[in-house]
DNA sequence: GATGAATGAGAATTCATTCAT
DNA sequence: AATGAATGAATTCTCATTCAT
């Protein structure tokens, strides 16, 4: 947790320490990450970090509690109220999703790097957290799905939250490579155009249409 | 590349060196992974190491072309020759990674690992190369599957296939979890009865089914 | 030397900061002891410990100074005023030394660490001084004992002195070990039974019987 | 423990690294004492301190133990091999034992140190196994003296122990002051002559007359 | 071809002290 | 008079790589 000091911290200062930290950990996993670079690259004095944080796991906690909050945030905020059918609601909620890792390159990267560090005591708890209140969120979409008639009763809920989840996580890597789309360069020259929304979507129905149908050819149904 | 050196080594040595890199590499990560520690598990000296390989990475490179060589060959060898459907083939195919995986920890250890190393400049190569050549793999299965009819014609075939990597790669956490077992615990003590392959198949049924099917339920199809 | 600002302070203040800063000294060394912690402890900002003191090497000096004399009117206010013999009265002060190191166990650690805390430019003179203080001490019971005629004229005056200090003050360990009483954790937790007088006048019989008899048997005396 | 390199190292580049080690924890105690700072004097990378000792800690260690070594085999080398009563045996030890000091700074110095370290738990165990062994010692001598009728049997001898460790231990500073001899400036400027050896035989036979016969007056005895 | 000692830049962290507010 | 954020030099320790033997 941040010290009452870095609270008390002018919002220009704070905002260009988060900044720099941020910068770092999205680049950088973990143990690459250097707390020295964040206080140079934040123009102030290493110890001063301590000041501000119990040491780097404080930091990176609190970096990716900070970046989880505003990516749920961002979803949420961008879902229509009216729930309109599991596979609207899925889409939407990854299209917000990946919209968010466009606009906001930094705390995504951050996101991503969490979910797949590897796994030493310094981060395991975080990533457990993060995967978990991920899982737990698609969980609940899918049971809601399930209740609605929208998801076939039979379904293996365990494998399919898994799926879902896994999916929805590396659809970064996805497109990525789709369209080309750097997101290291974004992070660090806040750069590239996101991809067109259309073009998304796109790859969202593509998406959508093999989770609702499956990949079979309607052989004998 | 190992250096000619390494290959003139006698075999007694050259694989009790590539058991000590395999081991150290099943564990740790790139950065974690310790040269020396290697070299002495091997019993030779550190200096030699770097008379077989061009250095850390050089080695790591190898053991991933090694690691990687061995799963494809040990799947290709226990698929039967003729093929009997894609989705037959694709489990069968999963069924045959995840038994590598029990009976080779280390390998698929490295492999895991490997595949998750994105970060950073020494691995990122290596990991690209890896997805690469698994994609592939997959790729063939797939526009096998369209031309014969088992899979729709109007498929997203690169999302079909990316899709299918992230599921068959992350399927390992998930029989991790499902089935309380720990690989990492499997590296380091040999140990753990693996999953039975009955309760392995009934994941995969799991999973080609929701492939084949798809989540919807058959509303008024 | 205390500042100004610091006796003027309410009393209050004065004492919660003086008990903070003892409680710090009387479980850490003087390296270990943390400014921060004492300013923390006695809800004080850092900065006010420097308008206080002259810093921490000055605050140092005023808590052992302190400490030494409240040690020293302890034990002056429980001797009685007509002294009975050099070894009666040797026997009380230390006596009443121990009495005190149980019953103020920080201001007692505090000695303590001082005492053998003579590593550092620091801290020697500090040392130094606490020692000097308690010899002169010991010197005027030793001179007087001699006029008395309690002690032999031949006595090497300078050894004696040493002999009883470096006795008096290590004492402690010496009922600690014998006594399993361990002083850090009656600083720590206010705590533990002190070794019941009998004991300890047992200790100290034993103490005075090798001053007053030494150790040789009566040989041929 | 030294590894295998240190050992490995020619005689005299070993000599220079334990020299400067020595140095350093002969002036500081351990906080206090600086691993870079024993590099530097040495004349070598600060890694390479790392290739010698599994840490500072270690290398503390080890230290001692040579010192401890070092200063009870010049002890017993020169006790002649007859025992002739327990005072002039006892006196003898002291006596070489103050020699060697004289003649051994750093090592008595790092000795002293030892004794006295503030016990954090680096130095815990070494202190006490240090002091275990000089009371062992002392206790043997003493266990002799009475068996052979030197000392008295009603002698209590715990605490016998316990005083004659405490003096012997600290006629360093007894000497220091007496004598004006500086042990630390003989450490740092290999300097100073030492206490003749007949004046140290005077203080030495001050020491022996208060154990042997006490402090009184031998009134009516 | 093998050795293994040496390197040295870089890591995280601590803390007494200062000084602008 | 009080504050408390900032400092920065200092600490221990790591490790891939090199190179003289």
Same mark, same amino acid.
């Given at each position: ?140 979409? @899918? ?7 929208? #998801?076939? %009763?039979?379904? &293996? /809920?365990?494998?399919?939250?898994? $799926? =879902? ?29 996101? @991809? ?7 790859? #969202?129905? %593509?998406?959508? &249409? /093999?989770?609702?149908?499956?990949? $079979? =050819?309607?052989?004998?149904?």
């Amino acid at each position: 947790m941040p010290t009452a000091t870095f609270l008390h911290l002018p919002a220009e200062k704070r905002e260009r320490f988060t900044t720099a930290a941020l910068d770092e950990f999205a680049v950088h996993d973990y143990r690459t990450a250097s707390v020295s670079r964040i206080a140079r690259a934040a123009g102030i004095a290493k110890g001063s970090v301590y000041q501000y944080f119990d040491g780097k796991q404080d930091l990176y906690l609190h970096l990716v509690t900070l970046a989880a909050e505003r990516k749920f945030g961002f979803i949420d905020g961008s879902l229509p109220a009216d729930a309109s059918g599991f596979f609207t609601r899925f889409r939407l909620t990854v299209f917000h999703g990946a919209r968010f890792d466009f606009t906001h390159p930094k705390l995504a990267g951050l996101l991503y790097n969490a979910t797949y560090e590897p796994t030493g005591p310094e981060t395991r708890a975080v990533s457990a957290q993060l995967k978990a209140a991920s899982q737990r969120y698609i969980r609940g979409l @899918v049971d809601a799905g399930i209740r609605a008639g929208d #998801l076939r %009763a039979d379904l &293996d /809920v365990d494998f399919a939250v898994f $799926a =879902l989840y896994q999916l929805s996580v590396s659809l970064r890597d996805y497109m990525s490579e789709r369209f080309d789309f750097s997101f290291a360069d974004a992070v660090r020259h806040g750069g590239g155009s996101p @991809v067109p929304e259309d073009d998304l979507m796109a790859v #969202l129905d %593509a998406f959508v &249409d /093999v989770l609702e149908r499956g990949m $079979a =050819l309607r052989s004998a149904a």
